[in-house]
């Protein structure tokens, strides 16, 4: 092969590999896009951009191969899921734990995924801008639910078909420090107006979900909102306040008393000691773990233990009794050391950007207290969002 050949060769490969990169970005974006409301519109739908995306990342990973931005935090969850999945071989319940460790593959493949496919500054704000529009469809379903009388399973809360209305809110929380991050990076004004008044959108379906822990997660993303302009001129800090309070009188006077009550509940439920039952769950669970502390009583095998302490539910309500009870002190500990080592990421990076990230971090890490989200698809995007822009934003230092 001559020297015009092979160039030749290589400039059809680079646009061969630029062209299945574009194609499989498309595909992954519209999956983050489909995450918080696909399964509304048909249950599995973002399954199965889901795969179409797992399909084309491994072409590019045969032409390409790996890359510097794998970190602890994939081998942490690579060690997570495997022994998540692997304690279904001593559960109380084989049945549910067979299917669950399905789920636990898909969601063990995600970290790669995103990983592979989001490598640079554009990609991560099309990810963040792909997740803001979905809670914006997710958002418009749920007002439109609310205005048209569709309520969930309980009463006076409102939510997106087949999605769980706890697990709603928080998809919703998650997407208002992206959005307040959006709003203030960029280059349009056009696009940050967009994701500004994306916000009180947002902030309102999460009161017609009625879910006090999503309300309470989502101060973080307003307290960063209110931070990104804490240099701002005092024209601005007062359209922000009017901002504010126009949205705080749009959700009193139209979301529904029921689920204003219930989310104004939460110091309530705090001071009865009950959380909603969550207290006996808890109880429960640990009485259980006590009798297989290392081990567990095995994937999905929680509701067949919790009945023995006579308790009628198969989650335990708090993602970390969750994980320790089914997965005992050795699956807790995994789990804590993937956390710990996105926290370790995100404190490299520079101060404008860590203060973001911890933002997000702390919807996911303060929700969990009160919800098992251990197994969502939008817990480990965004993990492994933290981790793909800490790293990016620390390798270049502050912008």
């Known amino acids: 092969m001559n020297k015009s050949d092979y160039l030749s060769f290589q400039i059809k490969n680079e646009i061969q590999h630029g062209l299945i990169y574009k194609i499989t970005l498309f595909f992954l974006l519209i999956f983050i896009f489909l995450i918080p409301w696909g399964d509304g519109l048909w249950d599995g739908l973002s399954r199965i951009f889901g795969t179409i995306s797992f399909g084309m990342a491994f072409l590019l990973l045969i032409m390409e191969g790996t890359h510097k931005n ?134 309102f379906a999460i009161f017609l979900t009625g879910t006090r822990t999503g309300s309470i997660v989502a101060v973080f993303g307003i307290a960063y909102w209110l931070f990104t302009h804490r240099h701002a001129s005092f024209k601005i800090k007062t359209s922000i306040l009017i901002v504010f309070i126009l949205s705080i009188i749009t959700v009193a006077s139209f979301a529904p008393k029921a689920s204003i009550d219930r989310v104004f509940s939460a110091k309530k439920s705090l001071k ?49 009794i969750h994980l320790m009870t089914e997965n005992g002190i050795i699956g807790l500990t995994l789990y804590l050391l993937v956390l710990m080592s996105v926290l370790y990421l995100i404190l490299q990076a520079p101060f404008n950007e860590k203060v973001f990230l911890l933002s997000l971090f702390m919807v996911i890490i303060v929700s969990q207290l009160t919800l098992h989200t251990q197994i969502g698809k939008e817990t480990w995007f965004v993990l492994t969002m933290l981790v793909i822009h800490s790293l990016y934003s620390s390798s270049r230092g502050s912008e």
Not at 75 to 90: G, K, N, Y
Not at 287 to 308: D, E, F, H, N, T
């Open 272 to 320: 009865s000691g009950d959380l909603n039952s969550r207290t006996r769950i808890w109880k429960a669970s640990f009485s259980q773990w006590k009798k297989r502390p290392m081990l567990g009583v095995g994937l999905g095998g929680l509701g067949v233990a919790l009945s023995r302490e006579h308790v009628n539910f198969k989650e335990a309500h708090n993602t970390y």
């Open 70 to 203: 794998f970190s602890y935090f994939h081998v942490f969850s690579l060690f997570f899921w495997a022994w998540v999945i692997f304690s279904v071989t001593w559960t109380l319940d084989f049945d549910e734990g067979e299917y669950m460790a399905g789920r636990a593959f898909q969601i063990m493949l995600l970290p790669f995924l995103f990983t592979l496919v989001i490598t640079n500054r554009k990609s991560i704000i099309y990810a963040y801008q792909s997740y803001v529009l979905g809670n914006i469809v997710a958002s418009s379903i749920i007002v439109y639910n609310f205005l048209n009388g569709i309520q969930s399973p309980y009463y006076n809360r409102f939510t997106v078909k087949n999605i769980e209305t706890d697990s709603m809110s928080i998809f919703l929380a998650l997407s208002i420090p992206m959005a307040a991050y959006l709003a203030s990076r960029l280059d349009k004004k056009w696009k940050r107006l967009f994701n500004l008044f994306a916000i009180p959108l947002i902030m």
